[in-house]
C-alpha cells in the first residue's frame, strides 16, 4: 500500500530561504469503509506485515472512531506489536481496549496477553527481574479472577518458569554479594528466598548458601540447622558433603 505524504515546513520561505524549522510530515489517505481498513490489516498481520498492519488497523480509529471495526483494531492493535516485540506499547493497546471494552468476551485474552508480554520481556536471570516480577503478579491476578480461563496450562507453565527465573536470579544476586564477602547483604536475599522459595523442589543450592553465609557472619547454630535441612530434603545433593566438612562431620 503506497502513501501520499505532504511536508508542513516553513512554507514558501522553506524553500527560498532554507528554513531551518523542524518538518512534520502528515499522511494523506483516501476515505474507506472500516471494513476495508480492517480487512486489510487483518490480511497485512496474517502476512507478517506488521507496519502496514499498523497502518491500516491506525486507519480505522481515525476514519471511523466508534464502529465495531476500531473495536476489533484496537485489540488487533495489541496483537501487531506483541507480534513485533513492543510489548510496552502492546500492552497499551490491551488496556486500551479493557477501559474501552470492559464487557467484551474478549477481555480475557487481553488481560492474558498483558500478562504474557511481561513474560517476554525477561531477558535471563543475570538482568534486571522487574519483568519477570511483573509477569508473575499478572499471572496470579489473572488466575485468581479467571480460575477457569482457557489459558490455564499455559499459565500454569508461564508462572512456573518465571518463578524459576526469579529464584535463579535471586540466587544469583546473593552468590554475588557473598563472593564479595557481603554476607549482611546475601543474609537479607536468602532470607527472602528462604520465605518465598523455601517449599520449591531445586532449592538445595539456597540452603546450602543460608549455612555458609551464616556461618560466615558467625551465627553457627543457625547455619548448622540450615545444614540439617538440606540433608533431611536433599540427601543426595552435591553440596551436603562440602557442609560436612564445614561443621566437621
Avoid at 511536508?7 to 489517505?29: M, T
Avoid at 488497523?57 to 516485540?85: C, E, W
Avoid at 500492552?91 to 474501552?100: E, I, P, V
Avoid at 540452603?207 to 551465627?219: D, E, H, I, N, Q
Wanted: net charge positive; with cysteine; proline share 3%.
Amino acid at each position: 500500500m503506497k502513501k501520499s505524504i505532504f511536508v508542513i515546513g516553513c512554507g514558501v520561505a522553506f524553500f527560498l530561504a532554507g528554513c531551518s524549522s523542524h518538518k512534520k510530515i502528515i499522511p494523506h489517505e483516501e476515505e474507506k469503509p472500516a471494513y476495508e481498513w480492517y480487512n486489510e490489516g487483518v490480511q497485512d498481520y496474517i502476512n507478517h506485515d506488521y507496519q502496514e498492519a499498523e497502518h491500516a488497523l491506525t486507519m480505522i480509529n481515525a476514519q471511523h472512531p466508534g464502529s465495531i471495526y476500531a473495536k476489533r483494531a484496537t485489540l488487533i492493535l495489541g496483537d501487531v506489536y506483541f507480534a513485533k516485540g513492543d510489548y510496552m506499547l502492546a500492552r497499551d493497546y490491551y488496556r486500551k481496549f479493557l477501559k474501552l471494552y470492559p464487557n467484551s468476551k474478549d477481555v480475557v485474552y487481553a488481560k492474558y496477553r498483558i500478562a504474557l508480554s511481561y513474560y517476554k520481556e525477561r531477558n535471563g536471570y543475570k538482568c534486571d527481574a522487574t519483568p519477570v516480577r511483573e509477569a508473575i503478579r499478572e499471572f496470579l491476578e489473572f488466575l485468581n479472577e479467571y480460575p477457569n480461563n482457557p489459558y490455564k496450562d499455559k499459565v500454569y507453565y508461564y508462572l512456573t518458569k518465571s518463578v524459576e527465573e526469579l529464584y535463579q536470579h535471586e540466587l544469583f544476586v546473593a552468590k554475588f554479594y557473598a563472593d564479595l564477602d557481603e554476607f549482611k547483604a546475601a543474609e537479607n536475599r536468602l532470607n527472602y528466598m528462604y520465605k518465598h522459595f523455601k517449599n520449591i523442589k531445586f532449592n538445595d543450592e539456597m540452603l546450602y548458601y543460608l549455612s555458609k553465609v551464616y556461618y560466615a557472619l558467625g551465627r553457627k547454630k543457625e547455619a548448622y540447622e540450615f545444614f540439617k535441612e538440606l540433608k533431611n530434603r536433599f540427601p543426595n545433593s552435591k553440596y551436603t558433603e562440602e557442609l560436612r566438612k564445614l561443621f566437621h562431620e
